[in-house]
């Protein structure tokens, strides 16, 4: 299971946080900040993209990120998850990103967060991965964009027939 998911810029700022279990807010804090400089200090040469900090979540648990221009995307999952399809989905969600925003920046995270997290949600659900094909996803947020641009005309049509 995924524990949590977060998007860290390179000075260290949050961009995306998602727990999927209950942590008080300091404690996220004090996650985000561990997590962050065990991946910031390893070199983008190093061909693991793996980490563990059992201090934080014990020794089940794994850090699995990748850094892409400015953007740390990390995942921490348990034992029972793949670190190689965790990364794969890592792939995914940048693909889904690159896809809706055409190569999604670090400000598109900031000015479209409902958009970015209706993404997540698609692929991660309660801390269990949803979806790994790419298109699918798109396709399902392309048809939920179809949809929020048909309900202003429904919205419309039914005030003119109660009239």
């Known amino acids: 299971m ?15 946080v998602r727990f999927y279990y209950e942590v008080p807010p300091d404690q996220q804090k004090h996650i985000l900040q ?3 400089r065990t991946v910031s200090v390893r070199s983008d040469d190093q061909c693991c993209c793996f980490a563990q900090d059992e201090s934080l979540f014990g020794p ?3 850090i699995i990120y990748r850094h892409f221009a400015t953007l740390y995307f990390i995942l921490v999952a348990d034992s029972a998850e793949n670190e190689l399809g965790v990364l794969d989905l890592i792939q995914v969600f940048v693909q889904v990103l690159d896809t809706c925003f ?8 900031i000015y479209h967060f409902d958009k970015v997290n209706y993404i997540l ?9 949803l979806e790994t094909n790419a298109d699918l996803v798109v396709q399902a947020i392309k048809e939920t964009k179809k949809l929020e641009n048909e309900a202003p005309a429904l919205v419309s049509d039914a005030q003119r027939l109660e009239v």
Do not use: P, T
């Open 102 to 109: 055409e190569n999604v920046c670090e400000l598109d995270l």
């Open 34 to 36: 561990s997590v962050y």
């Open 60 to 62: 089940d648990h794994k």
């Open 121 to 129: 949600d698609e692929i991660v659900m309660a801390g269990m991965v």
């Open 2 to 16: 995924i524990k949590c998911i977060l998007v860290v810029n390179n000075q260290g700022k949050a961009r995306l």
